[in-house]
T-cell receptor
Framework: NAGVTQTPKFRVLKTGQSMTLLCAQD?????MYWYRQDPGMGLRLIHY???????AKGEVPDGYNVSRLKKQNFLLGLESAAPSQTSVYFC??????????????FGSGTQLSVL | DQQVKQNSPSLSVQEGRISILNCDYT??????FLWYKKYPAEGPTFLIS???IKDKNEDGRFTVFLNKSAKHLSLHIVPSQPGDSAVYFC????????????WGAGTKLIIKP
C-alpha cells in the first residue's frame, strides 16, 4: 500500500524561482492537507481541501497556492520562492476532516531549501 | 504564541523503564488531543488520542492522561523499547475549529539499551 506519496523528496531553489510539490493518495480520502515543519515549531497548516475542486486557507497560506483537480492529488505551488519558505513540507490526508477527530495519514515529506 | 507546548526537546530513557512525555496547552476550547510519532525521513503516524470527556486512554503499552484543570496531558510508554526512539508530537483541536490541528514542537525520545 502506497498511502500518501510526496514528490520530490528534496529540492533546492534560488530566490524567486517557482516549483510545485505533488501529493498523491490512494486511500480514496476526501480531505487533504499541506503542512510545513520548521525547527522548534509544530506543524503548521498551509492549505487544505475538503474534496475534489475545493481548497481553503490554513494558518500560514501566504506565498503558496494549491489545487485539487483530482480527488487523489493535491498540489502545492510556490510562485516566487523566498528563503523564509525553507522548510520540510508534509502532505496528509484523512477520510473525514480533523474536526471530526479523524486521524491523519502523512507522506514522508519534502525538504525544500531556498537560497 | 504557542497554544500547544512540549517543553522538553529531548528525553533519554533506559530500555524497559517508563517513558513520560508531557504536553501543555493554553486554549481551554481544545476538546480533543492526539499523539503522533515520527521516525527520521518519514511522516508522522497516529499513535493515540483522547477526548476531553475522558482523563485516560490506553492502547497496549501507550497510555495518555489528561488533566483539564492543569491544561496538561502526558503520554506514558511502558515498558520502553528501542523501537520507541522517535520524535513524539502532541496535537490538539477544538470542535468547530475548521480542520485545524494545533501542534506542539515535538519531543525526541531516545531509548538507551
Amino acid at each position: 500500500n502506497a498511502g500518501v506519496t510526496q514528490t520530490p523528496k528534496f529540492r533546492v531553489l534560488k530566490t524567486g524561482q517557482s516549483m510545485t510539490l505533488l501529493c498523491a493518495q490512494d486511500m480514496n480520502h476526501e480531505y487533504m492537507y499541506w503542512y510545513r515543519q520548521d525547527p522548534g515549531m509544530g506543524l503548521r497548516l498551509i492549505h487544505y481541501s475538503v474534496g475534489e475542486g475545493t481548497t481553503a486557507k490554513g494558518e500560514v497560506p501566504d506565498g503558496y497556492n494549491v489545487s485539487r483537480l483530482k480527488k487523489q492529488n493535491f498540489l502545492l505551488g510556490l510562485e516566487s520562492a523566498a528563503p523564509s519558505q525553507t522548510s520540510v513540507y508534509f502532505c496528509a490526508s484523512s477520510y473525514l476532516g480533523t474536526v471530526t477527530n479523524e486521524k491523519l495519514f502523512f507522506g514522508s515529506g519534502t525538504q525544500l531549501s531556498v537560497l | 504564541d504557542q497554544q500547544v507546548k512540549q517543553n522538553s526537546p529531548s528525553l533519554s530513557v533506559q530500555e524497559g523503564r517508563i517513558s513520560i512525555l508531557n504536553c501543555d496547552y493554553t486554549n481551554s476550547m481544545f476538546d480533543y488531543f492526539l499523539w503522533y510519532k515520527k521516525y527520521p525521513a518519514e511522516g508522522p503516524t497516529f499513535l493515540i488520542s483522547i477526548s476531553s470527556i475522558k482523563d485516560k486512554n490506553e492502547d497496549g503499552r501507550f497510555t495518555v492522561f489528561l488533566n483539564k484543570s492543569a491544561k496538561h496531558l502526558s503520554l506514558h510508554i511502558v515498558p520502553s523499547q528501542p523501537g520507541d526512539s522517535a520524535v513524539y508530537f502532541c496535537a490538539a483541536s477544538a470542535t468547530g475549529s475548521n480542520y485545524q490541528l494545533i501542534w506542539g514542537a515535538g519531543t525526541k525520545l531516545i531509548i538507551k539499551p
